[in-house]
């Protein structure tokens, strides 16, 4: 319906709108007028059976006190010459509130026995019928009931009559205002349908010297003389347009070749500062593996120290037992202890060069790893273990303890450096800006696999990190060690480590106070052996 009234010219919309209107007031209007007249005629009605009843039911009043059945019988038989009255009847009351038949009269014939006194109201109008139920007073006291029963003749004959004339009436009224919406719908139509006209072709043509003829003094009249003034702006717009335009197109060349020039500077500037970064982080790399070698060196110092302070001391004690030997003087005591310095320097030898074999190997793992990309298999386990080792001249140094919790049996065929030195930066990190000075700091390294995932975890419980700085934590050169030896570029390695390398993800979690959190997520099907040697 919407649609159709939508598709309606204007006209059409207002001749419609006109006729729905007038038509609505119209036929209100007349059935308003006509229920008014039938119910004024019906209260008519009522009040002229109500007179007449109570002059009956007084007349018969002596009849009923006195028994006279047949006096009574003709005095409402009078009622035969009213067409409209259907019965009437006059019960005498017996008792209290027993009423027994006493007269009637029907227009049609009908005994006694098919009047049964009915309580009800004083007035009411019952299958199309009007009753009216009076009492037969004597001295004000009943002595019997008189019941009317009268058709509504009259008032069908009315209704009937006051649609035969309101009809015609009515459609009449639909007729004039019918010529009437038609006349104005032409007077309004045509003006705009030239106006619309007009504005199509400006629209779709660019017709701009279309001009508008509205003869008129009223609205559509100024309308169409804006409309016209429109058009004159217009044209002159297009034809400063059309120049503008020429100039634009000019200075787009000449734009375009400086875009063109700016841009190769920038790529140029970009190629360079992606240089850059990389040779910062490859820097970073290199100082930390130097930063590594130091403290390993300094470490083995220690044993190798000692081995050759014991072979030292061997090597005199040598001397003095071969010089008793030669004298002849070598006693049975100094032989024996002899054995014993042999034996103790043996072990101090044995134990230290140990020492001195574990952190080789640990920093040869670890070192040859980190400048290396070669993929092999490692014990996820012990490989952590061998750098822990590797950063033992770091953490000696502090009192905190570092925890590892790992599912037995995980191997990983990758590059071990990449795991060397996502986890070096982390616990360099917590070393350097986790935790207090006089703080005794836990970390927590925990991994396990869970479907065809590998869950790892670095926890450490030092002083946090500022929202702020979260936000923007795998951001390069991002640090709150600014001008104290932080380069910012630790945790954007290890962003770079853990997606690039890994193809896994990271994220953080921290609040002041409370610590910090890294969850590393890790694909097994791109660290197993055989999902590699499938995909080659």
Known sequence: MRQWFARLGFGQKIQLLMN??????????????????????????????????????????????????ESVAMLIGSLAV?????????????????????????????????????????????DGSFVLRLPILVDNEEVGRFIITEDDTYLSGFA????????????????????????????????????????HEVAYNQEYGQQVKIVSDDELGELGNAF???????????????????????????????????????KTSLDNLKLTQQQLVEQEKMASLGELVAGVAHEINTPIGVCITAVSHLGE???????????????????????????????????????????????????????????????????????????RPKL??????????IEHGIELYCDPGLISQIFTNLIMNSLNHAFKTDQVGQIKIQAHKLGDTLHLSYADNGQGIEPDILNRLFDPFVTTKRGQGGSGLG??????????????????????????????????????????????
């Open 20 to 69: 729905l209107v007038s038509m609505s007031v119209l036929t209100i209007a007349i059935v308003a007028i006509g229920l008014g007249f039938y119910g004024e005629f019906k209260r008519n009605l009522e009040h002229r059976v109500l007179q007449q009843s109570n002059l009956l039911a007084d007349a018969a009043a002596v009849g009923v006190v006195f028994d006279q059945a």
């Open 82 to 126: 009213d067409e409209n009255v259907r019965s009437a009847v006059v019960y005498k009351k017996q008792g209290l509130a027993d009423y027994k038949y006493f007269a009637h009269y029907s227009r049609e014939p009908k005994s006694a026995d098919d009047f049964v006194f009915r309580a009800g109201l004083v007035q009411e109008w019952v």
């Open 160 to 199: 009937l009559n006051s649609i035969k004339y309101m009809l015609p009436i009515l459609l009449v009224s639909m007729l004039v205002v019918w010529v009437v919406s038609r006349s104005v719908r032409g007077r309004l139509a045509a003006p705009l349908s030239q106006l619309t006209a007009a504005v």
């Open 228 to 266: 016209n003034h429109m058009l004159g702006k217009l044209s002159q717009h297009e034809a400063f347009r059309v120049e503008k335009e020429g100039e634009i197109i000019k200075l787009n060349a000449d734009l375009e070749e400086k875009v063109f020039d700016r841009t190769k500077e920038l």
């Open 317 to 391: 004690s040598i001397v003095v037992i071969v010089k008793a030997f030669k004298d002849g003087s070598l006693t049975k005591q100094q032989f024996s202890d002899m054995i014993s310095v042999i034996t103790e320097s043996a072990g101090i030898v044995d134990s230290n060069l140990r020492r001195a074999a574990d952190l080789v190997k640990a920093f040869k793992a670890v070192a040859v790893d980190q400048s290396s990309a070669e993929r092999r298999t490692i014990g996820l386990e012990d490989y952590l273990q061998d750098i822990l080792t590797s950063l």
């Open 396 to 405: 000696k140094r502090t009192p905190h303890e570092v925890n590892i919790e």
């Open 491 to 536: 945790t954007h390695i290890i962003y770079n480590l853990v997606t690039q390398g890994l193809g896994g993800r990271i994220q953080c979690a921290s609040e002041v106070g409370k610590g910090v959190r890294f969850d590393i997520t890790l694909p097994m099907k791109g660290l197993s052996e055989n999902h590699t040697a499938e995909a080659n």
